[in-house]
């Protein structure tokens, strides 16, 4: 797993470190990272390329600056407009002329390569009118120094003008930012500063696909359709028969050793998946190790009912769609609830506000704010995914592309993420596992043009065992 920790965290680490390192150590070191990055992005051959530095003020300038001039030793011919050149960092800015860079009050009429040192960690709030105009104009690709200018650090949201970078290079750790906005860091690189000891434990991580190949359950000898997991579906209606084959088909197919399906589309699930045992209500459905509530359910009595059955099973459950909109709106399926089980709760964020109040800017404490009441792990759907623990963890899941944002889409997260549960798997990380596997397998169902639902639940075997395989025997 990746970590990434709070600014404030990150800070307080940096100032421990530089007590104890010669003065301009740590800004020369930051700069060969962002020089060798950037060196790596223009390619050879490098004379003759032409690299410009959006250098804001203090030391997030002062680093491209220092990298502008490990760029000029380089033979790259590097240009620095200085958005305040009362406060642009001294030793940085004379370094960087004496190397033969030159400064312009406008972009160039030519750059193979942005650099954006317009503002660090400690700001907050979008581009200023200045910065955000030369930002528009840019068509050169972009590197960001520790964060793309305009995107807030610890919580990635972008409320105005912002840069889009093809690179981010951050420094000591990664911070919040660089797995809440991935469509805004594009790919991070790690320059090592020494902080590591200083941090303690990260306040939040993303799973990478090795964790999620090693961690996915696979039989072994002495399994049986039980032991590998038996997951109990209620989903779907007349209505809405599509809900209940997409979640079960997701069961079926992720990694359900058994699936049994309880609900009105009995008869359209058992025609398209006849490996499952489908009877007409939870309570003929026999046992299960986890339940799955909720798609397609609807709103009504009956549905509550449903819930309520689930709730009060003794096994962890798995609330989605309608199933939220029950529990924020009637109170017998909180009574019912068995409190020695877990509950996973997967609302996108009209959902959320119905059961919570507003997500607001801020969705790692959104989320964190819900798994602590709600006694749940929460998994709050978006471009970027965040699951939150009541006990404090939170793993964020940024997605590929848009193309799971479908009809339909939802479902197979859940039924996914209940054959995870039924098969054991601790709901935190289940949560995370599914949302991994889920958004690759809409990547590989859409392969650059819309897909449905239905294809992105086809794909779900060939990413499981494109994860399997980059875990080393």
């Given amino acids: 797993m990746l970590g990434a920790w709070r600014t404030d965290r990150v800070r307080a680490a940096e100032e421990r470190v530089l007590a104890r390192t010669p003065e301009g150590a740590l800004m020369r070191r930051a700069a060969f990272g962002i020089a060798t990055a950037a060196l790596r992005m223009l390619a050879a051959p490098v004379p003759g390329r032409h690299v410009v530095l959006l250098v804001g003020a203090g030391n997030n300038g002062g680093d491209a600056l220092w990298a502008g001039y490990e760029l000029r030793r380089r033979g790259v011919a590097v240009t620095a407009v200085l958005l305040d050149p009362d406060r642009a960092h001294r030793a940085g800015l004379a370094a960087f002329r004496r190397a033969g860079g030159r400064t312009a009050d406008d972009l160039p009429p030519r750059a193979d390569l942005v650099v954006d040192g317009i503002v660090g960690l400690s700001a907050r709030g979008p581009l200023r009118p200045r910065a955000a105009a030369l930002v528009d104009r840019i068509t050169a690709p972009v590197l960001a120094v520790d964060l793309p200018s305009g995107v807030d650090p610890d919580t990635g949201a972008v409320d105005g003008p912002a840069v889009r970078a093809d690179v981010t290079v951050t420094f000591g750790c990664r911070k919040p930012v660089h797995a809440l906005a991935p469509h805004h860091c594009g790919d991070v690189v790690l320059v090592d500063l020494g902080l590591r000891p200083e941090l303690g434990e990260p306040d939040l991580v993303v799973l990478e696909p090795a964790d999620v190949g090693r961690a996915w359950p696979v039989p072994g000898p002495a399994d049986d359709k039980y032991t590998q997991g038996v997951t109990g579906v209620a989903a779907g209606s007349a209505t809405y028969p599509g809900a209940a084959v997409l979640c079960t088909g997701a069961a079926v197919l992720g990694t359900s050793g058994m699936v049994r399906y309880a609900g009105s589309a009995a008869e359209v699930v058992s025609h398209r998946w006849p490996e499952t045992i489908c009877t007409g209500s939870v309570t003929d459905a026999g046992r299960v190790q986890a339940w799955v509530v909720g798609p397609g359910l609807g709103t009504g009595t009956a549905s509550a009912e449903v819930l309520s059955a689930v709730m009060g099973a003794g096994v962890p459950v798995l609330a989605d769609a309608d199933a939220i909109t029950l529990l924020a709106s009637d109170a017998a399926p909180w009574d019912a609830r068995d409190p020695g089980t877990a509950l996973v709760l997967t609302p996108h964020d009209r959902?959320?506000?119905?059961?919570?109040?507003?997500?607001?800017?801020?969705?790692?404490?959104?989320?964190?704010?819900?798994?602590?009441?709600?006694?749940?792990?929460?998994?709050?759907?978006?471009?970027?995914?965040?699951?939150?623990?009541?006990?404090?963890?939170?793993?964020?899941?940024?997605?590929?592309?848009?193309?799971?944002?479908?009809?339909?889409?939802?479902?197979?997260?859940?039924?996914?993420?209940?054959?995870?549960?039924?098969?054991?798997?601790?709901?935190?990380?289940?949560?995370?596992?599914?949302?991994?596997?889920?958004?690759?397998?809409?990547?590989?169902a859409a392969d650059g043009a819309p897909a449905p639902a239905s294809a992105l639940l086809a794909s779900v075997p060939d990413a499981i065992r494109a994860l399997r395989g980059r875990v080393t025997p």
């Fill in 351 to 444: 959902e959320y506000a119905r059961l919570a109040g507003d997500v607001g800017t801020d969705r790692v404490a959104a989320a964190l704010r819900a798994a602590r009441r709600f006694d749940a792990v929460v998994l709050l759907k978006g471009n970027t995914t965040v699951v939150a623990a009541p006990d404090g963890r939170v793993l964020v899941g940024g997605s590929r592309s848009s193309w799971p944002a479908t009809a339909g889409s939802g479902d197979v997260l859940s039924g996914l993420l209940g054959s995870l549960l039924a098969a054991g798997v601790d709901p935190w990380l289940a949560a995370g596992m599914a949302a991994h596997v889920h958004s690759l397998a809409a990547d590989l």
